[in-house]
T-cell receptor
């Protein structure tokens, strides 16, 4: 079983839609949860970082962590064509430990 | 992620040559991770280093690959006697507070 599972998509939505991206994981020691956005031929860009359970909001982006279900989500409101990218979830048990990445979900927002 | 500097951005090598990829972490960061990414695939962990120490190299192939992060200067990922299967994007990331891992733009290695 992989440490982190992420639906690769692809996901295609109309502009203005709400997008939901999800990951599941198996290691209950994970405490730090991140979402990255990666454009083609670019490095991953850190979008959201959450420690332990709960929600975090930043503009159009909301990250949710449910440790009891080992499930994390990223919601994008009012999606824009510029949001078209691959979204990667990542998690870690903390400093001194590896970061484990999902395989990424490819998102296209259609104008 | 512009703070993590990687070079070269593109590198072409013939089979059997050596590739050296360099990474300067963000200012003040002393933890560096290297990842490999193949087209349409996720990030594969290779090695985690602190200054002058290898913390975890469980993702590194046992042969031909090595990494270092000296007290002064950038971290270096070295691939000896490259083969076509080494062609990939290699990303370096540096760590601030736990959880905030910042990536560079990557070095794209092509082996002819």
């Amino acid at each position: 079983q992989k440490e982190v599972e992420q639906d690769p998509g692809p996901l295609s939505v109309p502009e203005g839609a709400i997008v939901s991206l999800n990951c599941t994981y198996s290691n209950s020691a994970f405490q730090y949860f991140m979402w990255y956005r990666q454009y083609s031929r670019k490095g991953p860009e850190l979008l959201m970082y959450t420690y332990s359970s709960g929600n975090k909001e930043d503009g159009r982006f909301t990250a949710q962590v449910d440790k009891s279900s080992k499930y994390i989500s990223l919601f994008i409101r009012d999606s824009q064509p510029s949001d078209s990218a691959t979204y990667l979830c990542a998690m870690s048990a903390g400093t001194g430990n590896q970061f484990y990445f999902g395989t990424g979900t490819s998102l296209t927002v259609i104008p | 992620n512009a703070g993590v500097m990687q070079n070269p951005r593109h590198l072409v090598r013939r089979r059997g040559q050596e590739a050296r990829l360099r990474c300067s972490p963000m200012k003040g960061h002393s933890h560096v991770y290297w990842y490999r990414q193949l087209p349409e695939e996720g990030l594969k962990f290779m090695v985690y280093l602190q200054k002058e120490n290898i913390i975890d190299e469980s993702g590194m192939p046992k042969e031909r690959f090595s990494a270092e992060f000296p007290k002064e200067g950038p971290s270096i990922l070295r691939i000896q006697q490259v083969v076509r299967g080494d062609s990939a994007a290699y990303f370096c990331a540096s760590l601030a507070v736990p959880g905030e891992l910042f990536f560079g733009e990557g070095s794209r290695l092509t082996v002819l």
